[in-house]
């Protein structure tokens, strides 16, 4: 089975770095995603890991280690508009299918 | 179209009515999945397609749970006889193809009350 751990609710001040820990336990890992989803909104893709290392994209970063089981999203230069829930999914690519496997989400609050 | 459709937005069910939920996938997505998302928690997955063809309804939590996506586009999610517990928002994705590492693009779902 797979295993997804991340903090549930997470604040931070706008114009700063807020880091979204992920750790997770799994068999045949294929790739590590971030979603970004505004309450009654659909996910939204921010990023993706399969190699270890740091992908930056803009204002955002993600990093993963395969050997530890362990992924962060970072999100620097914090705006209001970054409130929003953050799901972090893991895929198993079983004979093509690449469904997800979410974590619970960190709702994330960006305060004056 | 641009995105993935998915309608209705919002049903309210009365507890053993039957309910038909469609998703329109981005054109010429080859893979499509349903998710299911409780309040407050992450999308669960139910079940897979690659065209016209259901390679996974794992998650499927009984069999009052039935998809199809009969010419390899639309699909639909069926459930009959609902129970409250099937509240929940119902999440479509597709993706470009089946192999690889693609990236899904979700609906914004349907959010079916049972009463």
């Known amino acids: 089975g797979q295993n997804i751990d991340q903090p549930t609710e997470m604040t931070a001040t706008e114009g700063a770095i807020v880091q979204i820990n992920c750790t997770y336990q799994?068999?045949?890992?294929?790739?590590l995603f971030w979603y970004q989803q505004h309450a009654g909104e659909a996910p939204t893709f921010l990023s993706y890991n399969v190699l270890d290392g740091l992908e930056e994209k803009g204002r955002f970063s993600s990093f993963l280690s395969r050997s530890k089981g362990y992924s962060y999203l970072l999100l620097k230069e914090l705006q209001m508009k970054d409130s929003a829930s953050y799901l972090c999914?893991?895929?198993?690519?079983?004979?093509?299918?690449?469904?997800?496997?979410f974590g619970t989400g960190t709702r994330l609050t960006i305060i004056p | 179209g641009a995105g993935v459709s998915q309608s209705p937005r919002y049903k309210v069910a009365k507890r053993g009515q039957d309910v038909a939920l469609r998703c329109d996938p981005i054109?010429?997505?080859?893979?499509l999945f349903w998710y299911q998302q409780a309040l407050g928690q992450g999308p669960e997955f139910l079940t897979y397609?690659?065209?016209?063809?259901?390679?996974?309804k794992s998650g499927l939590p009984s069999d009052r749970f039935f998809a199809e996506r009969p010419e390899g586009s639309v699909s639909t999610l069926k459930i009959q006889r609902t129970q409250q517990e099937d509240s929940a928002v119902y999440l479509c994705a597709s993706s470009l193809e089946g192999t690889g590492q693609n990236i899904q693009y979700f609906g914004a779902g349907t959010r079916l009350s049972v009463l």
């Open positions: 397609f690659q065209n016209e063809a259901q390679l996974d």
């Open positions: 799994t068999s045949g890992f294929n790739g």
């Open positions: 999914a893991v895929s198993r690519a079983d004979f093509g299918n690449e469904k997800l496997t």
């Open positions: 054109s010429g997505h080859v893979s």
